[in-house]
């Protein structure tokens, strides 16, 4: 009974395009499903975000799910996601691109799904990894194991979107550590992040968990922004 009446009220939003939702609607619009802009790097091995990492790191695969256009459907929900608790879009999202990644040979074999972590001070302010979802989705999908514990986030930034690439690249690549023993050597990781920019946090995490013996990486953000 209360729901309907606080639906009426406030009615839920589609993380896409921010407008009310019909009733019985999914949790994104038909407009916005039909106008997804999905980019497809899983069918192409050297597609663009792959070549972001060339001559950075040796990965295996490298792909996104969505497009990150200003004001655009994957900008809406990226921001819905990590700015307004909206946790379910990285779940739907997860769900939707498994699918796809399920079908890749070279991600077949792929061992862990490992977010990129949140500092824990940052994790309590937040509530939540955005990261953490979509990876989730991505384990299950692919019959796999979640691994959150590998990986860590070593030291507390404020955001840096407002500093040039090289002091924010000087300062994430010491932001995280990687904390592994022998059971986790000749592993294949799935680092997985919200969106692709730089690439640089990316290319930190990777080359700790490159530290790990026999290790190899793959890469699958929600969102891939050009930079």
């Not at 990590?82 to 061992?111: E, N, P």
């Not at 989705?137 to 590998?150: E, I, K, S, V």
Request: glycine share 6%; with cysteine.
């Amino acid at each position: 009974m209360l729901k309907p009446l606080l639906n009426l009220i406030y009615p839920p939003l589609c993380p896409g395009c921010n407008e009310p939702l019909p009733e019985e609607t999914a949790m994104i619009c038909t407009t916005c499903r039909h106008d997804m802009p999905f980019t497809n790097h899983h069918l192409q091995l050297d597609n663009e975000a792959h070549k972001k990492f060339l001559g950075r790191l040796p990965v295996e695969h490298v792909s996104a799910l969505l497009y990150f256009h200003k004001e655009g459907i994957g900008q809406n929900l990226v921001h819905n996601l990590k700015y307004r608790r909206q946790q379910q879009v990285g779940t739907l999202m997860g769900q939707w691109y498994a699918k796809d990644l399920a079908k890749v040979t070279v991600l077949q074999d792929v061992t862990d799904v490992i977010p990129v972590p949140l500092h824990p001070k940052k994790l309590r302010e937040r509530g939540y990894n955005q990261a953490a979802g979509f990876a989730k989705a991505l384990a299950n999908g692919l019959n796999t194991n979640y691994n959150d514990t590998l990986l860590l986030r070593a030291t507390y930034n404020k955001t840096q979107t407002q500093k040039n690439r090289e002091k924010r690249a000087e300062i994430i690549n010491s932001a995280f550590s990687v904390n592994y023993s022998e059971s986790d050597h000749n592993k294949h990781f799935l680092l997985v992040d919200d969106v692709i920019t730089t690439g640089a946090t990316l290319e930190a995490c990777g080359r700790l968990l490159l530290q790990v013996p026999g290790a190899r990486l793959s890469i699958v953000t929600i969102a891939y922004a050009h930079s």
